[in-house]
T-cell receptor
Framework: GAVVSQHPSWVICKSGTSVKIECRSL??????MFWYRQFPKQSLMLMAT?????????EQGVEKDKFLINHASLTLSTLTVTSAHPEDSSFYIC?????????????FGSGTQLSVL | RKEVEQDPGPFNVPEGATVAFNCTYS??????FFWYRQDCRKEPKLLMS???SGNEDGRFTAQLNRASQYISLLIRDSKLSDSATYLC??????????????FGDGTTLTVKP
């Protein structure tokens, strides 16, 4: 199956700093990537859909100026949590899709646990 | 009403038991359906796709009923290693503006010795 690499796995940072999370598709071109957030004992909540070469589409209630998404190439999308605060502490996961070769299955990164002090 | 609803669980079963999870979806235009398994603080991993004809993979059987907008997952002869959260995932068509996957809240299964 396809491989999606996400890093870092863990981030601990001070309140007010910005954190960048990278998501790379290693063996296929990901025309679309998705960013999710998951709080303990809750399901994945889609934050935004990232399309290569265009602006991300954010879900309702997600602040686009706080969660900056860049999908500059077919293999890399980044999520930057700007001016992070303790309430941003969560598990962030990316997934990638290749509609052409691999159907609509999602391939997930291993997730990033963000802890803001 | 949520777009994808699952049995709330949790399910606590003994080893060897058969357990079934149910999932309903509200968007009749949904095109593809999956069951994912997620272990604590790990990424979801695809367990199986779900087809109208039903599909089986070892101890796991998935079924889709489009008329009732209902998906099921059956696990036979439960193993300790089956303990996890099972996520029902429904995809809208990609030719819509909202083409994306919608996740159910998940059903937690604990298999005990």
């Amino acid at each position: 199956g396809a491989v999606v690499s996400q890093h870092p796995s863990w981030v601990i940072c001070k309140s007010g700093t910005s954190v960048k999370i990278e998501c790379r598709s290693l063996d296929f071109q990901a025309t679309t990537m998705f960013w999710y957030r998951q709080f303990p004992k809750q399901s994945l909540m889609l934050m935004a859909t990232s399309n290569e070469g265009s602006k991300a589409t954010y879900e309702q209630g997600v602040e686009k100026d706080k969660f900056l998404i860049n999908h500059a190439s077919l293999t890399l999308s980044t999520l930057t949590v700007t001016s992070a605060h303790p309430e941003d502490s969560s598990f962030y996961i990316c997934s990638a899709s290749n509609r052409q070769g691999l159907g609509e299955k999602l391939f997930f990164g291993s997730g990033t646990q963000l802890s803001v002090l | 009403r949520k777009e994808v609803e699952q049995d709330p669980g949790p399910f606590n079963v003994p080893e060897g038991a058969t357990v079934a999870f149910n999932c309903t979806y509200s968007n009749s235009a949904s095109q593809s359906f999956f069951w994912y398994r997620q272990d604590c603080r790990k990424e979801p991993k695809l367990l199986m796709s779900v087809y109208s004809s039903g599909n089986e993979d070892g101890r796991f059987t998935a079924q889709l009923n489009r008329a009732s907008q209902y998906i099921s997952l059956l696990i036979r002869d439960s193993k300790l290693s089956d303990s996890a959260t099972y996520l029902c995932v429904v995809n809208r068509p990609y030719n819509t503006n909202a083409g994306k996957s919608t996740f159910g809240d998940g059903t937690t299964l604990t298999v005990k010795p």
